[in-house]
Nanobody, 120 residues
């Protein structure tokens, strides 16, 4: 079992920055590919970014490319999402998730989420 805890959310003005953290504990959590997702009010949960186990391969969705960066520190069992130039449409609950199989599809372990609110 893997436990994931997100932190770093909050209220920020448009154009500001936040860094989200996701700290994992449990079975070999530092070896898993990880992803960030978000869910805005009244909308489905969407993929935001993913990172492989080493941190050497990353991918972010087009709408946040150039503004969001995903990274990880395996020594701290932590994955980060650096969010710059935030826009009101980035407002959502952000979740991290673990993808043990590495197939970029089956995210099995999820955190409880952290709220990000961007004011205009």
């Amino acid at each position: 079992q893997v436990q994931l805890v997100e932190s770093g959310g909050g209220l920020v003005q448009a154009g500001g920055s936040l860094r989200l953290s996701c700290t994992a504990s449990g079975r070999t959590s530092s070896n898993y590919p990880m992803g960030w997702f978000r869910q805005a009010p009244g909308k489905e949960r969407d993929f935001v970014a993913r990172i492989n186990w080493s941190g050497g391969s990353t991918y972010v969705r087009d709408s946040v490319k150039g503004r969001f960066t995903i990274s990880r520190d395996n020594a701290k069992n932590t994955v980060y999402l650096q969010m710059n130039s935030l826009k009101p449409e980035d407002t959502a609950v952000y979740y991290c998730a673990a993808n043990p199989s590495g197939n970029n599809r089956d995210y099995i372990y999820w955190g409880q989420g952290t709220q990000v609110t961007v004011s205009s």
